[in-house]
């Protein structure tokens, strides 16, 4: 890499670290929360009361020491009072400090919460584009390292670097005034090539901690993917297979981290030259002072001090200018989340859906998920107030990206839709989805209890509510029976309840909500024909009286609908009511008569079997 070209990611890095401090400094200064700002300012107080306190600590050593090595006999006189001065003043440095850590750590601790919970939120205001490119695995984590980041940037930078470069100014303000320039100016040397060192090697380090974290959320994300998908890694006897993917991955880790603590034991080997050279040439100066009687044996002893007051927390700086800068990258990547742009975002002048029956239509829509790859081909329907419309067809033509448009997860390229005349793109998203149910193909649910999930259709809906949902999807005999009723917890994804137990709780979830508007997506396709037909009855039961979408592939379940909208390739073929379209003789009587086939053949099948 050419030095130009160095120098120029130097800048960029310094640029987005100050950035990302900048970021971070609006959660610690909060417009109207005085109270907090209140205790930045007193917390910053503290801290230079610590440091002078701690700076003066050496002055009371060398009068102690003079005071001990004059004329007068110690034995008869001794001085007490600078003695419990000196301690007097190492108790305040380390009370200021510590007053300092608990004024400040409600700022900290609010700044991480705040920082997390915007975090948090803006996911969940991101495209479902978005959503589904990414490694759940691998966000979290990295959620997880930028609150670890700022925590510990906080304490460190401001409890540790600042203080430190106060020092450096206290003392070499001191050497300079009372031991002269050449003291000072070693003393200053000293502490440049240390930080330059430091910072050159460390900086040249981070890479190996980049590729570490990288294969970290590599191994992470593949680890959480694997086990997420349990089930189909004992299916196929893949658990070899797993462990050598997740394996390879640690592997990198490996390496990456074993030239990392090897490049360490190279940093601090410089560090211990720098400041053993630099301590050596004060020393030899100040003892030729005292031989030459420049300087009292008590001035020897406070410049010791001092250097050591200074050597201290110069011994962290390395790991602290690492972590700091490694925190920095954490934090970045967590304040991109933020600055992802939101795909589907509500116009300034969106309004919240009027009421109304729950009228939809579809006016004209082309979509594709790529500029490349078109789904949808001028589709257009409309579906009246209380009324059902079946949306049939083959895998891939398009039937689900319709749901998807409806609760728009994204917008239209050409056309619109609208809900009681209300244009979705013209409305706010939270009113749209809460006047929308949906009972999915594959129901996912929280790792909490039946109740928990139920509730969740309307979160503050009460105990009789939730009880009323479940019967009316009729569950609550399934939940009265088990040992825990509906405290049982369903395990991850709902793995502990059955497809149709699942269907049930997403029937009941989507009662409790109490839309005008229901949405079937292929509700009942992954159900054995017993269950199916229970959870159709159920279905039957709730889309009484509201507008109704179902998307199906089984032609069974959609007989009794008031128009049937066949799709294939993204352009409707056919439309019309059960009876009409068999009339028809074409692409809905051709799938019907091959459903009808299979089934018969099905139901033979079974009278063998038994």
């Not at 799709?567 to 073929?573: E, F, P, S, T, Y």
């Amino acid at each position: 890499m050419s030095a130009t070209k160095f120098d120029s990611h130097s800048h960029d890095n310094q640029r987005s670290h100050l950035s990302t401090i900048r970021s971070l400094g609006s959660y610690l200064w909060i417009s109207g929360r005085n109270d907090l700002k209140i205790r930045v300012m007193i917390a910053v107080v503290l801290l230079v009361l610590a440091e002078v306190a701690s700076v003066y600590t050496p002055y009371l050593l060398k009068f102690i020491v003079d005071d001990m090595t004059g004329d007068v006999n110690p034995v008869i006189v001794m001085p007490a009072g600078l003695i419990i001065a000196f301690g007097v003043a190492r108790v305040l440095t380390q009370a200021f400090a510590e007053l300092r850590d608990a004024v400040f750590a409600k700022v900290g601790q609010n700044a991480i919460r705040q920082v997390a919970l915007s975090t948090f939120q803006h996911l969940h205001q991101l495209s479902l584009r978005f959503h589904m490119d990414r490694q759940t695995g691998g966000l979290s984590r990295v959620i997880e390292r930028g609150t670890k980041g700022i925590d510990f940037l906080l304490r460190f930078m401001l409890f540790n670097i600042v203080p430190t470069f106060l020092k450096i100014v206290f003392i070499c303000g001191i050497m300079l005034v009372e031991y002269g320039w050449v003291i000072s100016l070693i003393t200053f040397s000293t502490l440049v090539g240390y930080i330059f060192f430091t910072l050159t090697v460390t900086e040249w380090r981070l890479k190996f901690r980049r590729t570490m974290n990288e294969k970290d959320s590599e191994a992470n994300t593949k680890a959480i993917d694997s086990l997420l998908n349990f089930e189909t890694v004992k299916y196929f006897g893949n658990e070899n297979h797993e462990a050598q993917r997740f394996d390879r991955a640690l592997a990198g880790y490996e390496k990456a981290a074993v030239r990392s603590n090897t490049t360490l034991a190279y940093l601090n080997i410089g560090q211990g030259v720098i400041i053993s050279v630099g301590m050596v040439a004060v020393l030899l100066l100040s003892a030729k002072g005292v031989v030459d009687g420049k300087y009292t044996v008590g001035d020897f002893v406070a410049i010791q001090a001092f250097l050591m007051l200074l050597i201290q927390p110069l011994n962290f700086l390395g790991f602290v200018y690492r972590e700091i800068k490694q925190s920095l990258v954490d934090m970045e990547k967590m304040f991109e989340l933020l600055f992802v742009s939101r795909e589907i975002d509500d116009k300034l002048d969106a309004k919240p859906l009027a009421e109304g029956g729950g009228e939809v239509e579809f006016h004209n829509v082309d979509f594709g998920y790529e500029a490349n790859r078109q789904i949808l081909h001028d589709v257009s329907f409309k579906v009246e107030p209380g009324k059902k419309i079946a949306i049939v067809g083959p895998s891939g033509a398009g039937k689900s990206t319709i749901s998807r448009i409806l609760f728009r997860f994204y917008d239209v390229d050409k056309g619109y839709v609208t809900i009681d005349g209300n244009r979705v793109d013209e409305t706010t998203q939270v009113s749209l989805r809460a006047a929308i149910g949906i009972v999915p193909q594959d129901t996912v649910l929280f790792n909490d209890t039946i109740r928990y999930n139920i509730r969740y259709g309307r979160p503050e809906a009460t105990t009789e509510e939730v009880e009323e949902a479940a019967r009316l999807a009729s569950i609550d005999g399934f939940i009265e029976k088990l040992p825990e009723g509906y405290d049982t917890m369903v395990g991850e994804r709902g793995l502990k309840l059955s497809g149709g137990e699942k269907q049930r709780v997403a029937i009941a979830r989507t009662i409790l909500k109490q839309p005008r508007i229901l949405l079937f997506d292929e509700a009942t396709s992954a159900l054995d024909s017993h269950t199916e037909k229970e959870i159709q009855a159920s279905l039957a039961e709730v889309s009484k009286d509201r507008t109704t979408l179902v998307i199906a592939h089984r032609l069974s379940t959609v007989v009794d609908a008031d128009e049937i909208i066949v799709l294939d390739a993204g352009r409707i073929q056919e439309r019309g009511r059960h009876h009409e379209l068999l009339e028809k003789d074409g692409q809905y009587a051709a799938m019907w008569a091959r459903q009808q086939e299979a089934a018969s053949y099905q139901e033979k099948l079974e009278q063998v079997l038994d």
